[in-house]
């Protein structure tokens, strides 16, 4: 633990099943960022979740939940089994204004990574009913991307719907 990192993590193992069971929560607060995203959080940022790993086989992290307030907020399950990463997260940005300059307005998102650590396809969603970007409107945006994180050979596909002052993406 430091002044600006904190965490605590409780758990067991159990012999039988060789199993190692644990809840884990940390906070990091935002001048232990990069200055570049420090400011962008004016609260520590949480990370608590339940831990689960059997030695040789699955390791689970259930029950993730991501928060700062009124920055972001996150719920999600990470798993890694047989050499395949697997992660769901889904959330809200209530204010994208925080991370956005001369943006104002909430969005929520989604995200699912799968695949090798080598190789990873991406799914992602960012969602808002209204917003204000620049002084100009935007309204029911749906943000896809979508992609596979291949050092050799990396792909995306970027699709977006809504309207900006009434006119169409």
Do not use: C, M, W
């Amino acid at each position: 633990e430091s002044p600006v990192i904190s965490g605590k993590l409780d758990g067991g193992y159990a012999l039988a099943t060789r199993t190692v069971l644990s809840h884990l929560a940390f906070a990091v607060k935002p001048e232990a960022l990069p200055d570049a995203a420090a400011t962008k959080f004016d609260a520590p940022i949480t990370l608590e979740g339940d831990l689960s790993s059997i030695i040789g086989g699955k390791t689970e992290l259930s029950n993730l939940r991501i928060a700062s307030s009124g920055t972001v907020q996150a719920d999600g399950r990470v798993t890694f089994e047989n050499g395949l990463l697997a992660v769901d997260l889904k959330g809200a940005l209530p204010e994208i204004g925080k991370l956005l300059a001369d943006a104002r307005g909430a969005a929520q998102f989604r995200a699912t990574i799968q695949g090798v650590p080598s190789a990873l396809a991406i799914d992602a969603t960012v969602e808002a009913a209204k917003a204000e970007l620049a002084g100009r409107t935007l309204t029911d945006l749906s943000l896809n991307a979508k992609g596979v994180a291949d050092r050799s050979a990396p792909q995306a596909t970027l699709k977006a719907s809504g309207t900006l002052d009434k006119q169409k993406l």
